[in-house]
Nanobody, 123 residues
């Protein structure tokens, strides 16, 4: 069992930056780690994922070039650096852990979820 706790969300102006953190209770080196987001009235969507030791990283087209995922297995923590934020990035952001895949990480197959952290970008 792994518990994930996100932090770092908040209110930021368009063009600004935030760094989300996801602290895990267990060893995250056993898992591919990812970030998803869910805006009001919309389905939860994939944002980014990183393989167990950080060798490969994947991004949704909407965030490529603006967001960067990373991890520190010694600290059992994953991160999402978000730059050049836009109003359409406003959502609850969820950390995810998946034993099976990073490249094809999907909502239905994630093993563990965090509780989410709100990101609001004002235009």
């Amino acid at each position: 069992q792994v518990q994930l706790v996100e932090s770092g969300g908040g209110l930021v102006q368009a063009g600004g930056s935030l760094r989300l953190s996801c602290a895990a209770s267990g060893r995250i080196s056993n898992y591919n780690m990812g970030w998803f987001r869910q805006a009001p009235g919309k389905e939860r969507e994939f944002v980014s994922a990183i393989t167990r030791y950080g060798g490969n990283r994947y991004y949704a087209d909407s965030v490529k070039g603006r967001f960067a995922i990373s991890r520190d297995n010694a600290k059992n923590t994953a991160y999402l650096q978000m730059n050049s934020l836009k109003a359409e990035d406003t959502a609850v952001y969820y950390c995810a852990a998946d034993r099976t895949t990073a490249q094809r990480m999907g909502v239905a197959a994630v093993d563990y979820w965090g509780q989410g952290t709100q990101v609001t970008v004002s235009s």
